[in-house]
């Protein structure tokens, strides 16, 4: 092959090589999850599992089931809205509505019972008033 057509072979093959990629980023969503299960099985199974039970790889990912530490509400928000360790952060990404939602959806799944709904002002109040797109 010439080589103006390996260069045009390589232009055509560059966004099949981007789409390979896609599955597992936590950055291209395909649409912006609505209910906190959505928010759970588009950004955080990728790590914790879509059982909950986390896992050890570059990090160690900690078990959202049975997890004592969901009790606290404020607890996950911070969590979620700023990272933690190696986790990172998702106030940039996800609005408050749907950090309450996810924090609500993994108080109540896993073999977790804290029912309490969070709410998104309690997200305001405990991280901020920082909205995303
Ligand atoms: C890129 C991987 C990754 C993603 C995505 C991720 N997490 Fe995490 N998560 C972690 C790691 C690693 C920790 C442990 C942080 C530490 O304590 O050092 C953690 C910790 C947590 C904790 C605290 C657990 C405890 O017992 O202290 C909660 C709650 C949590 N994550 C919820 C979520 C939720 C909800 C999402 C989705 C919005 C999410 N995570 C997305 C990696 C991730």
């Known amino acids: 092959m010439k080589p ?3 260069a045009a072979a390589l232009l055509i093959l560059a966004p099949f090589a981007a789409w390979a990629d896609e599955p ?11 209910t ?6 588009q950004i955080c199974q990728s790590c914790h599992m879509a059982n909950g039970m986390g896992g050890k790889g570059a990090a160690t990912i900690p078990a959202l089931a049975g997890n004592p ?10 969590t979620v809205a700023k990272g933690r360790g190696a986790m990172p952060w998702f ?7 749907q950090i309450a939602d996810v924090a609500t959806y993994v108080r ?3 073999g977790n ?3 309490k709904p969070v709410t998104e002002a309690e997200v305001k109040a405990v991280a901020g008033a920082k909205t995303s797109p």
């Open 36 to 41: 906190g299960e959505e928010v759970y099985q």
């Open 108 to 110: 109540t799944h896993f």
């Open 91 to 97: 106030d940039d990404i996800l609005a408050p509505t």
């Open 24 to 34: 597992g980023s936590v950055t291209t969503l395909h649409k912006p999850p609505v």
């Open 69 to 78: 530490h969901l009790a606290n509400a404020d607890y996950i928000i911070i």
């Open 113 to 115: 019972n804290y029912p």
């Open 4 to 6: 103006h057509l390996i």
